[in-house]
């Protein structure tokens, strides 16, 4: 193959809603070289050395010290702390030496534009994020590896969702506020996971590449940032190019402060293209274990009757069926047969009228007058108060203290 030979298309992008939005919304012709592919797997024996080396100062402090440093220079700034631990000043440093290129009014308006969604916004996260990342089976492999996915996928579900809506509300990512604390607080979880993965003997290297590393992480935001613009699109919205461009430049700036090497991070949307099909080339190969996460997903889908009788267990089936319909049309009928998910024809109907009525509805709401600012509005409040349903299901830790103890000892 000559080093300006295209490569042929990977599986994710040739099936389902993925296929349509390729041929719909790419660039044209995003195929890479295997010099590009090449470069790109380079990045899977990265890790995050400023995150790590923090996580190492809070094994060799006695318990609960370092990160009480952590906490004291999150919220005062380093240079507030007597004979501070270079770790941390390295750390600390290095985040606030903010780029160049960030904006925060783009970074803000990318924001109202996810709010003015309220909670459709929610579906793409959990029924194409996350589902769709379970297809990825080398970043499964920490998730299995904690010993605790599995059975905890409802907690796992809204944690993410209290996280996103931290990250994604207007003002949230600047200096101090609780998206850009949150973002931090999850880089360490990562680097306490990679860490707890490296000690284990059985982590296969050859396999795997190095656990939560560089690609992994840049195909999470992703996941968080093009297939969600993606999936609103399947679903009806209509974000205008500007929008776009703003939610991607929100996502690379919580991509560069959750330690994603910049060189990896999307300018724009083009960017983002190819780097999908560069990492769906390479990590989005499914087995066993995304077929047993998409299980506890599904199963995460219908605790929302738990304990509501015969009504509950209607919402249940209706939960089930709404979700893995959306998961189905995304990530197509071969991906989501391998994963097990439920085939409802009738869901998918509703699904896809659902989103022809959301399409004219935005018709509307572009051509009159206010109506972005009231949408702006009523989709802020949907979200405070789906915020605070999750709270009372799963109280929030934004410390992710749960997080920071040894997985080996949480799985035991």
């Not at 030979?5 to 349509?20: A, F, K, N, S, T």
């Not at 009480?68 to 380093?78: D, I, K, T």
């Not at 919580?254 to 190819?274: K, N």
Request: charged fraction near 25%.
């Amino acid at each position: 193959m000559g080093s300006d030979e295209r490569l042929p298309e990977p599986e994710l992008l040739r099936q389902g809603g993925l296929r349509l939005a390729t041929l719909l919304f790419a660039p044209g012709d995003i195929r890479c070289t295997e010099p590009q592919l090449r470069r790109l797997r380079e990045f899977a024996q990265a890790e995050d050395p400023e995150a790590d080396a923090v996580v190492a100062l809070f094994r060799e402090r006695p318990p609960g010290e370092g990160r009480a440093l952590f906490e004291h220079a999150l919220a005062h700034g380093v240079d507030s702390l007597d004979d501070p631990p270079p770790q941390l000043v390295s750390f600390f440093r290095s985040v606030r030496r903010t780029p160049y290129w960030v904006d925060h009014d783009r970074i803000d308006r990318g924001a109202r534009a996810i709010v003015r969604t309220g909670v459709l916004s929610l579906f793409p996260l959990g029924d194409m994020a996350l589902m769709g990342g379970y297809l990825a089976s080398r970043a499964t492999k920490p998730l299995v590896g904690t010993g605790a996915i599995e059975y905890a996928a409802s907690r796992r579900l809204i944690e993410t969702t209290q996280w996103w809506l931290d990250v994604t509300t207007p003002g949230a990512l600047r200096d101090g506020g609780r998206g850009y604390a949150s973002a931090l607080r999850v880089r360490l979880v990562h680097a306490h996971v990679r860490a707890a993965m490296n000690r284990r003997p059985d982590w296969d290297y050859a396999a795997w590449d190095r656990p939560i590393n560089q690609v992994q992480t840049v195909g999470t935001l992703l996941l968080f940032s093009l297939v969600y613009l993606v999936g609103m699109r399947l679903l009806g919205v209509r974000y205008s190019d500007a929008e776009r461009a703003d939610i991607l430049h929100l996502w690379r700036y919580v991509g560069w402060l959750m330690g994603v090497d910049e060189a990896l991070l999307p300018a724009t949307e083009d960017d983002a293209w190819r780097l999908l099909w560069l990492i769906a080339v390479t990590e989005f190969i499914p087995d066993e274990d995304s077929k047993r996460l998409a299980a506890a997903l599904v199963r995460s889908h219908a605790e929302v009757g738990r304990g509501r009788g015969p009504l509950g267990s209607v919402a249940a089936q209706l939960s089930v069926r709404v979700h893995t319909a959306i998961s189905r049309l995304v990530l197509g009928r071969g991906n989501a047969d391998y994963l097990g998910l439920p085939d409802d024809p009738i869901a998918r109907a509703a699904v896809l009228a659902g989103a022809a009525t959301n399409f004219a509805a935005e018709t509307v709401r572009r051509r009159l007058p206010g109506a972005t600012a009231v949408q702006e509005h009523l989709g802020a409040l949907a979200r405070r108060r789906y915020a605070e349903m999750l709270g009372a299901l799963v109280p929030p830790d934004r410390s992710y203290a749960r997080h920071l103890r040894t997985p080996e000892n949480r799985a035991a």
